[in-house]
């Protein structure tokens, strides 16, 4: 079976704040394809797709976080996931077939197949820390998880296939480290290469949207907690938008969030329109997957609003949602407290104000102290231009799910409980960057773009 990866799209424009969760989102796949092999003799030719020294998915990998960072090091998240996600699912496989004997096989072929094409010390340093890493080694895990969790009769067999595979490893580490240490290999390698030092033909590299940038940092802080990203239709049914949101028809809600709806052909069965949030997602999700549930929601919205410098018909947002057995306010105000120091930074302070949305009960309105001011109210001896003298700025609305919401799902509101959050993609990065007109995002100014590189 050949490896079936596919580098995400502008994989070759992403910047290094945002190239560790896309090898991250890369590992989570290879896990899958690893799944489908373990244990057979298909697995070696997916090994060799991954690590082969001349065509390697990996090194693609490898070369483009060298690239961006100077080094490849197992202090890079990303990587580490990636590397570790095929180890995980054959520990896994192994500790649910009850007998993990025949799985010693699959980790020998993983690990010779990387360390056998590793080029350098810092390859070969790689290779090691997935072996002997304390925290996240294959050598601690299969002790962790076959050993310990094996039947009591299978136990010395275990530990002695363990012994064997641990000499083994520890050997062939020693022999392959001896080789690259010489550099013999690593000057026939470069003996090989083609000469590239032809100088080639500058091309301008352009960058990531200030928006894109924006959500690809959101998006990374909420999945190094553990959500997961996903994205809907912008094209929604009043039912998805509304009425499963526990808004009904004739609620007057729907008046702040009035938008376009298509002209359909005369028959259609069901109107529809251009979402006025990404919330129909959470929807959506809850109908496929039972609880726990923790999403984020990043995409484009719509609402017939006139244009001015705080407002536009389209602009953008990220939805967060978090259901569970036992999610408590706590949870949430923790989690949102985390996500802002993040993102604008330890020193801001943060406060909760109780406010009204259908779908949250209880509800919230988020704020921040102003961080152009310090929370202050006074810049440059006067009123600060950004909160007009409050020391708060308004970020966006929240709350705990209302109950309501878990009957258009089919969740027991009895059982489980959970929050929501919908954040404004365009206001964070104008009060992040001092943006004062919103409709400088939709322009296509050069002169304004390149000022975020």
Not at 365 to 372: A, I, M, N, Q, T
Request: proline share 6%; aromatic share 14%; net charge negative.
């Amino acid at each position: 079976m050949h490896l079936d990866l596919k580098f995400p799209e502008h994989w070759d424009d992403i910047g290094s704040g945002q190239l560790q969760s896309a090898i991250a989102r890369l590992g989570e796949s290879l896990e899958q394809q690893v799944g489908q092999v373990a244990a057979t003799e298909d697995e070696e030719e997916l090994f060799s797709d991954l690590f082969d020294r001349e065509y390697g998915f990996f090194w693609t990998i490898y070369s483009k976080v060298r690239a961006k960072n100077g080094r490849v090091t197992w202090a890079d998240g990303g990587v580490r996931h990636f590397l570790r996600a095929p180890v995980q699912r054959i520990l896994t496989l192994g500790l649910l077939s009850g007998d993990p004997s025949k799985y010693f096989i699959s980790l020998r072929r993983y690990l010779e197949s990387f360390v056998n094409n590793t080029m350098d010390v810092e390859s070969f340093t790689l290779a090691r820390a997935l072996w002997e890493s304390r925290a996240e080694g294959i050598k601690s895990a299969i002790g962790d998880s076959w050993l310990k969790k094996a039947p009591p009769e299978l136990r010395p067999e275990i530990g002695r296939q363990y012994n064997e595979f641990v000499k083994f490893v520890d050997k062939y580490l020693k022999l392959r480290f001896s080789v690259i240490e010489s550099g013999a290999e690593q000057s026939a390698f470069a003996r090989d290469r083609i000469d590239l030092s032809l100088p080639g033909v500058h091309r301008p590299i352009g960058s990531h949207h200030l928006i894109r940038q924006v959500f690809q940092e959101i998006e990374d802080i909420f999945v190094s907690i553990g959500f997961s990203v996903v994205e809907g239709p912008e094209i929604e049914t009043p039912y998805y938008n509304f009425e499963a949101l526990n808004i009904p028809e004739f609620h007057p809600v729907r008046d702040d969030m009035d938008t376009f709806y298509l002209e359909l052909p005369k028959g259609a069965k069901t109107p529809l329109l251009l979402r006025t949030h990404t919330s129909p997602m959470q929807i959506r999700t809850m109908e496929k997957q039972k609880p726990p549930v923790r999403v984020i929601v990043p995409g484009k919205v719509y609402r017939r609003d006139n244009p001015d410098a705080t407002h536009s018909f389209a602009f953008h947002q990220i939805e967060g949602l978090a259901v569970d057995t036992d999610i408590t306010f706590c949870d949430f105000t923790g989690t949102i407290e985390y996500f802002v120091r993040q993102f604008f930074g330890a020193s801001v302070k943060t406060r909760f104000r109780p406010s009204y949305f259908p779908f949250t009960e209880p509800s919230i309105e988020f704020d921040v102290s102003c961080p152009f001011c310090g929370g202050t109210g006074n810049s440059n001896g006067g009123t600060c231009s950004k909160c007009k003298g409050a020391a708060w700025i308004e970020l966006f609305g929240a709350g705990m799910v209302d109950p309501a919401v878990y009957g258009f799902v089919n969740y027991d509101a009895k059982k489980v409980s959970g929050f929501a959050f919908g954040i404004g993609i365009d206001r964070l990065a104008m009060l992040k960057y001092g943006i004062d007109d919103i409709q400088v995002f939709f322009q296509n100014d050069v002169r304004f773009l390149r000022q975020f590189p």
